[in-house]
Nanobody, 123 residues
Framework: QVQLVESGGGLVQPGGSLRLSCAAS????????IAWFRQVPGTEREGVSC????????IFADSVKGRFTISRNNAQNTVYLQMKSLKPEDTAVYYC????????????????WGQGTQVAVSP
């Protein structure tokens, strides 16, 4: 069955870095766009970044541009979100999601989701 498993979250001080991983299985990974979303309890899920199936195209939310990068290794069915210069407002549960057609910030357009990994940015 389809599985997306996030890892790499944790507690980090402001200005620090984390790398999140999203390991996929159960579908043809190379055909799918992969996105990262984040959510704070009580708020709507926010699109962070998306990478196209080929890896040629990426998009980022304005709030993370210049600080986050996204990459994928199709041979290992994994997408990475490198986060630098982290701020307290980056604190959230981070989710990866997959869709064959769409790559963008609309969370409701994505068919497959992981369970999330918590990122906390605090002194």
């Amino acid at each position: 069955q389809v599985q997306l498993v996030e890892s790499g979250g944790g507690l980090v001080q402001p200005g620090g870095s984390l790398r999140l991983s999203c390991a996929a299985s159960g579908f043809t990974f190379n055909d799918y766009n992969i996105a990262w979303f984040r959510q704070v309890p009580g708020t709507e899920r926010e699109g962070v970044s998306c990478i196209s199936s080929s890896g040629d195209s990426t998009i980022f939310a304005d709030s993370v541009k210049g600080r986050f990068t996204i990459s994928r290794n199709n041979a290992q069915n994994t997408v990475y979100l490198q986060m630098k210069s982290l701020k307290p407002e980056d604190t959230a549960v981070y989710y990866c999601a997959a869709d064959i057609d769409y790559c963008g910030p609309r969370w409701y357009a994505f068919n497959y989701w992981g369970q999330g990994t918590q990122v906390a940015v605090s002194p």
